[in-house]
């Protein structure tokens, strides 16, 4: 497939899937009330979306960190970067023979030298069993490299199907806090309302807060989590035309809300990111202080890394200073709208609002 001119405006879906897969393109500035301004593109030109690929396995034991990482491939530079791509990024694997397994990888690294070395393997991506489960097959494919990772968000009214798209409410100007669900819709159930709640609350209550959400939705071929799931330090704002707008604000405060399937011996909410220990024993006053019939725990080194969001990779912790990362149960989730409730009573602060604009003075 070969992206051939710029779209007229009015085609309002296709520019969207247009400015995504041009490289260097731009979106503008979003409104609150999400209105959407495009600026016509200055050069048509002419870039493939989209390579023929065959799906093989690792070779090992050179490749023994892609085991057992469903999420995770290699593949070859160069034909990343016919399509717009490179290592690091994200990008949509179609399987040929049944076009209905699609799911997103995170290009970990490039393929072994002795791929780079042969022209004729040049197509190769490599990915583990559980990698290539995620097209649903065991054995090697015929697949498609796909340079666009979100769909168009759907119109109102538009069925979900089988769709990933990311969604962003953003005045352009205030790096007071941001809210974000990288693995909202049937990913990580009540994620995505979470992140919207403790926006939209903390407007009507005059604060500023910006959100970024990605939705995706899966059938009985795949589920949405083995489709779409890509874990939080992986995400490449270069893959994520909104995540790219938002990513060098720096926000002061950041939240993101994700959901995991719980073990016996876990809490329901762990409350976890980079931010201050102190900010975090703030969150956990509050969300206590509503009475919910689940655990509450801080995250500690000792318990599992998923909870954590230490890293500095982690997408909270690149989007702002003081990010906190919840994990919650199935169980948590139940009480979503007590939980965002709770989340934005430690941000309706006008000392932390006042602390915010100094930090940013300072810097
Ligand atoms: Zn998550």
Redesign the pocket.
């Known amino acids: 497939m070969w992206l051939q001119e710029a779209p007229k405006k009015s085609e309002a879906l296709t520019v969207r899937a247009y400015f995504d897969a041009v490289d260097g393109a731009r979106i503008e500035c979003w409104g609150v009330k999400r209105v959407t301004r495009m600026r016509s593109h200055p050069a048509k030109r002419i870039m493939p979306v989209e390579y023929d690929a065959q799906i093989l396995k690792l070779r090992l034991p050179e490749q023994d960190a892609l085991k057992n990482e469903a999420e995770r491939c290699s593949a070859d530079p160069t034909m990343l970067s016919s399509i717009g791509r490179a290592v690091g990024h994200q990008v949509r694997i179609k399987r040929k023979d049944v076009p209905g397994f699609v799911a997103l990888y995170t290009v970990k690294q490039a393929n072994p030298p002795s791929d780079l070395s042969d022209p004729s393997r040049a197509d190769v991506v490599r990915t583990g069993q559980t990698g290539r489960e995620r097209l649903g097959a065991t054995g090697e494919m015929a697949a498609v490299v796909q340079a666009t990772v979100v769909d168009p968000a759907p119109v109102p009214g538009e069925p979900y199907e089988v769709k990933f798209f990311e969604v962003a409410e953003d005045s352009c100007k205030q790096a007071y806090l941001i809210a974000i669900?990288?693995?909202g819709g049937a990913?990580?159930e009540h994620?995505d309302e979470e992140a919207e709640q403790v926006g939209r609350e903390l407007i009507s209550h005059g604060y500023p807060a910006s959100t970024w959400i990605c939705k995706g939705y899966g059938d009985d071929l795949k589920g949405a989590s083995e489709r779409w799931?890509i874990?939080?330090g992986d995400l490449h704002p270069a893959s994520f035309p909104q995540l790219q707008r938002l990513i060098t604000r720096k926000f002061c405060y950041g939240v993101?809300?994700?959901?995991?399937s719980q073990r016996s011996s876990e809490a329901d909410v762990y409350i976890g990111g980079g931010a201050s220990q102190s900010l975090k024993r703030a969150i956990k006053r509050a969300l206590e202080a509503s009475n919910l019939p689940v655990k509450i725990k801080i995250a500690a080194t000792s318990d599992d890394p998923k909870f954590q969001g230490f890293s500095p990779e982690n997408i909270i912790n690149r989007l702002a200073a003081q990010g906190i990362h919840i994990?919650q149960s199935a169980q948590a989730r139940r009480f979503s709208k007590d939980i965002a409730k709770a989340i934005v009573t430690v941000y309706r602060s006008r000392w932390r609002r006042l602390f915010c604009t100094w930090m940013k003075l300072l810097r």
């Open positions: 669900a990288p693995h990913i990580e994620t799931h874990t939080s993101a809300f994700h959901g995991f994990e």
